[in-house]
Every structure is written in C-alpha cells, then in structure tokens.
C-alpha cells in the first residue's frame, strides 16, 4: 500500500494553482509543493499581497493566505520537489501544436516530455505520477514508457485524473466537484495507486462521486466532456444567427428548450463564441485522434463544433462594421472586456482577441476596459497571432483602467465578456459621451436591449431579430 506524505505538483498555473491549494486545505498533514520553472509566477504565487497571486479566481485568495507556509509551498526547485515526493501531479501546459505534423490540431506534448524526462531522472523511489493537464488519449501510456526505460528502475504508476473546474469557478468547482475521475492500471498495483489518489479527495468529497475506470477511458471521458459542453455553445449559437434573420429572440429559445428536463438548462447561453483554453484545444485534440484512427465521419462531426464557433466571432466583427455604415477606419470601437470569461484574468482563446484582429484588420482604434487583463497581456495576445507588427498592434490597440475613458468619444461599444460590473454602468453618461448614432454590440446578451434603445443607443444583441 502507498503512503502519501509529501506531493508535488510540477505546474503553477490555472489548474495546478487552485487544484493543489484545496487539496492542501483538506488534507493539512500532507505536504505540498507546487513547483515551476517560471520564478516571477512562483514569486508571484508567494506574494503577501493577495492581489497579485498570477491568477485571479474568486475564493481563492483567502485559501491560500490560510494554507501557504503551513503545508502549502511555491517553489522553483524541481528536482527537489521530485525527489522528495510519493505523488507527483503533472499540471503544465500544453498547448495545441504550431508546427510539424499535426500542426493546429495535436496537443504539443513537449512540456510534458520534458516533465517525464526530469522525472524519471531525478525520481530515487517509486512514485505515482499523476496526469492533471488534458492530454490526448494514450498519452499516459507514452508517460510511462519514457519513465520505465529512462528511469533508475524504481516503480511508477500512472494516474490520469483529469481537471472539470471551470475557471471564474475553479474554487467552488474543486471543493464541490460533480464527480472525481481516476483512471489507473487494471492491475493491483494500479489499484493500489487509485485508491491512494481518491484517499486524498475522501478528505472532502463523498466516496460515490469518486469513480475509478481504466487510463484511456478517464482520459478520453475529459475531452468528450468539453466536447459536448462546446457542443452545445455552438448549437445555440447557430440557432442565435437564424432568431436573427426569422425575428426569433435566442433566449426565449434557450428557455423553452433548457425546461426540457432531458436538455437540461446549462451551457446555452448565445454568445460571441466560447474560448478558453480548453474547448478548441480539446476538441482539434478529439478530431486529430479521430483521424489518425481513418474515422473521418467522427472527425468532421466534432469538427463543425469548432467551425461554428469561428463563425460566430467573424459575423460579430462583421455586424460591427457593416452596422457603422461599412467602415471603422479611424473609428474609436470601445470593448468591454477581453477575459474569455468573467471572473478570470485568462484571456487564452478569448473571442475579443479575434474581435480586435478583425477591427484592426479594417483600421479601426480598439480601446479595451477588462477589470482584470492589462494592456500587456492584450498586446501579447494580438501578437500571438503574427499578423502584423506589434508595433502596428499597439497603436491601435489601448487599455484603459476604468469604463468611461474607454467609451469617451467612441462610435460603438462591443461587450465581449460578461463581468458583472458592465451592466450597472451609468449608460445614460456613456450615451452623452459617445457619437452619434451610438451603436452597442452585445456578444454576451447581458445588457437590457429596450432600457438602452430608450435613452437612444442602436443595439444590437446576438440572437435577437
Ligand atoms: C471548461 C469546462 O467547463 C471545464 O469543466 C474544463 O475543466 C475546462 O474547460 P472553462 O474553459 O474554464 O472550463 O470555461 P467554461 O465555463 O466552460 O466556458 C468556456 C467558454 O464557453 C467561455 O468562453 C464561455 O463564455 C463560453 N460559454 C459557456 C458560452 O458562450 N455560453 C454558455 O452557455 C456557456
Ligand atoms: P493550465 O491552464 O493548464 O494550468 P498554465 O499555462 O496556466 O496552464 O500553467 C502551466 C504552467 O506549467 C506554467 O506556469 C509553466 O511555466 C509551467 N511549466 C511548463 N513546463 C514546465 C516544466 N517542465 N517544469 C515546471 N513547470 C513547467
């Protein structure tokens, strides 16, 4: 039987961050060391201000001031943090592939290559290693070849355990999760080595939400739950562009079919089109696996999810500058929000950086207010995605620190991400403030269309004719 003592978990960021401040609250005799190579997030995560931890996410501000230096610790010596740990969760990032074969659709597993490799160097006993990041299937079984042949000949075991918190929510998500999810080897050893990874989440999460299932189907089950998330997000929004043309108003719609108890009324709110780091991902990481298999039909099923979304973002930045009389050459366009979501400073596939692409493309001057993104990050996103000079992108593109300065003098606003705040603004103000005619372009449906049309802005919200 293993004895859990110390864990590491190689990876400080969105997952790795939150998940091990939870387990090390309710587990307060196991030690845990997040590590990374990254030092300024490290010193980040070890800042006294709660305000400048890397990532923002409601909740988790006060667990980490209550756990950090107790049993809780951010530190940038890996190898250490290895040696010295009985478990090991892999939490790095990895994203979709920019080159090579499988360019724009396998996950690039370099990172975790990477994380094998110092592992299996490093590591003096056995350990359990345990797959947090969303990876494609099989990839537990590349993690322990690398491990076997390249290691001290000590044991490993390999676990995926794939993430379901969603970001905005990660703390609620983690402390109240649907289910637990561990996939391990069908042999007593991997038994063994489940049953001390779901010991850790007994701490807090009743035993029959804690399902045990084979590696492949564990990890196949987290890109198939993202899969049909997304899938649902794309379906309402296909069905937004015909509420447009036929008069039909999305929410009405999303009502009348989320009463239907075998629908279920979550994930279908129209939007601008999803992001985040993970429903593309995922998915392109789905129809990949699809294809290599020679399942064509599967793969281009699940890809229509994706092409959907990509629609949806490039007939907003179209209704944009149609509505503005066909251009936005020199137009002040203010956004409200860049944040993929609300509730987050990730900015990872946020509809509002093709949004801005797209307006800068036709010239227009972005001005972006997002409560918590900074100008750099927006900077670097537009960057990203090569196709003009940062220098062109930053001229174009400004962070403001507040609402109003973003909006002044402004033809149209886009609100792109639902924070809270942007519906108790003072839209009377804003009106006085803009040019006329004063055009909003709601992507997330949150601001009330008739209360805006009667102080005199032209609104347009997707889904609604
Ligand atoms: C998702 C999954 O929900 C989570 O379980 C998984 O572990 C990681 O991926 P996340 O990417 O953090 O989480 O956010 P999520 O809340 O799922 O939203 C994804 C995108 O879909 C966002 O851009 C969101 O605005 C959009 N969305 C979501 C809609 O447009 N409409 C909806 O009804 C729901
Ligand atoms: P996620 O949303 O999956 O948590 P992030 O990008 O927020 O992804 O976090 C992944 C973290 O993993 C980054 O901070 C990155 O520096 C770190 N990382 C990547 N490779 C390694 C490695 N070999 N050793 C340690 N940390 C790593």
Redesign the pocket.
């Given at each position: 039987m293993y004895k859990i003592q110390k864990i590491c978990c190689?990876?400080?960021?969105?997952?790795?961050g939150p998940t091990m401040s939870v387990i090390a609250q309710k587990n307060p005799h196991i030690q845990v060391t997040v590590?990374?190579?990254?030092q300024q997030?490290i010193n980040a995560w070890n800042s006294q201000n709660m305000d400048e931890l890397p990532i923002y996410e409601p909740g988790l501000g006060e667990i980490v001031s209550q756990v950090r230096g107790r049993n809780l610790f951010f530190d940038t010596d890996?190898d250490r943090a290895i040696e010295e740990a009985d478990m090991i969760f892999i939490?790095?990032?990895t994203p979709t592939k920019t080159y090579g074969k499988g360019k724009g659709m396998a996950a690039d597993l370099k990172?975790i290559e990477?994380?094998a490799r110092?592992i299996a160097r490093v590591s003096k006993s056995s350990k359990i290693v345990v797959e947090k990041?969303t990876l494609p299937v099989r990839t537990a079984q590349a993690i322990k070849r690398i491990l076997d042949q390249t290691g001290n000949g000590v044991e490993f075991q390999i676990l995926s355990n794939p993430e379901f918190l969603a970001e905005g929510t990660a703390i609620k998500d983690l402390l109240e999760p649907d289910r637990v999810l561990i996939g391990g080897a069908e042999t007593e050893r991997g038994n063994e080595a489940i049953e001390a990874l779901a010991s850790l989440y007994r701490a807090w999460v009743p035993s029959d939400r804690i399902l045990a299932t084979n590696v492949w189907s564990s990890e196949l089950s987290k890109l198939t739950a993202n899969a049909f998330l997304a899938q649902r997000v794309s379906s309402i929004n296909a069905i937004s562009e015909l509420c447009e043309v036929s008069g039909a108003n999305v929410n009405e719609v999303a009502r009348a079919i989320g009463t239907d108890t075998r629908i279920g009324n979550r994930f279908l709110k129209a939007s601008v089109g999803f992001g985040g780091?993970c429903f593309q991902k995922d998915i392109l990481n789905l129809v990949y696996i699809a294809q290599s298999y020679g399942l064509d039909e599967v793969a281009q099923y699940w890809e229509q999810v994706i092409i959907m979304n990509d629609h949806q973002k490039k007939r907003f930045s179209e209704k944009i500058v149609t509505t503005l009389f066909n251009t936005v050459s020199d137009k002040k366009i203010a956004f409200l929000g860049w944040a993929f979501k609300k509730d987050t400073n990730d900015t990872r596939e946020s509809a509002a950086i093709y949004i801005a692409n797209e307006l800068i493309e036709e010239q227009a001057s972005v001005h972006v207010y997002d409560p918590k993104v900074t100008q750099m990050q927006m900077l670097a996103d537009l960057d990203y995605l090569n196709v003009r000079s940062c220098d062109i992108n930053s001229e174009r593109l400004i962070a403001h620190q507040e609402a109003y300065s973003a909006i002044e003098g402004a033809h149209a606003i886009a609100v792109l991400t639902e924070w809270d705040e942007f519906v108790c603004l003072d839209w009377k103000r804003i009106y006085q403030q803009m040019q006329k005619p004063a055009f909003v372009f709601d992507g997330r449906g949150i601001l009330d269309q008739k209360e805006l049309e009667n102080i005199g802005f032209e609104v347009y919200t997707i889904g609604i004719g």
């Open positions: 190689i990876g400080a960021g969105y997952v790795g590590v990374d190579v990254n997030r890996v939490s790095v990032n990172y990477l994380c110092q990041s780091s």
